[in-house]
């Protein structure tokens, strides 16, 4: 029987390499965006909240939480809060879209380009059900929820919930009897629990800082230059003046 595994890879392999960056970096936000709203999706309609899948033992859990605020649960005020948020990300997202349009006519490495469009996908990603979910879903408190459900969702725009299932507790145990505090608490590592949106900010980001950090470095040394360069153009042509 002929594999052709091998020859479907190399056809794609070969379909990328003619593709302009422009066109990689929308690829690769509509497909962090679908897998991440497919899973959300998934979530909302087959688990309640608290519900738990085991993947891997105690390792990997998908554990069906939901949080009102920022990435990895943490929270940010109340309704008027989560208004600033959205508005904050709104922002953020217009931002990182022009200057992604910026570095698409640029000499750079694409995978800086890549980088800042995993940024950009995690925060549509998560922005997507801040705006929506509380119109086309009910709670999920005690029940499935049910999309675009006849008695109309649990919120309002801006005011939906993100949805967060991956649960990594690597490492349980105690804290010493002798820690002030936090002594003969239960201890957790990894604690938060979030999602395929925020594994893409946070990717992207630690991708910038370990591999493009001299990137901006070297950029900001040219404006500096140039800005330099500037000042004294026109400090000669001041003094040139003068004297005439």
Known sequence: MVNFAPIFFILIRSIISFMSSKVKSILIVVLILFLDQTLKIWIKTNMMLGDEIVIAKNWFIIHFVEN??????????????????????????????????????????????????????????????????????????????????????????????????????????HYPHWLPFVGGDDFIFFRPVFNLADSSITVGITLILIFYRKFFEEKHAENKTDSEENSGSETTSGTGNKEN
């Open 68 to 173: 009102n605020g920022m990435a990895f649960g943490l929270e940010f005020g109340n309704n008027i809060g989560k208004y600033f948020l959205s508005i904050f990300r709104l922002i953020a997202i217009g931002a990182i879209g022009w200057y992604i349009t910026k570095l698409w006519k640029r000499e750079v490495p694409f995978g800086l380009i890549a980088c800042f469009s995993l940024i950009l996908a995690g925060a549509i990603g998560n922005i997507l059900d801040s705006a929506f979910y509380g119109l086309i879903f009910n709670e999920s408190y005690g029940h499935v929820a049910s999309i675009f459900p006849a008695g109309g969702g649990y919120s309002s725009f801006l005011q939906g919930r993100v949805v967060d299932m991956f649960y990594f507790p690597l490492i349980s145990g």
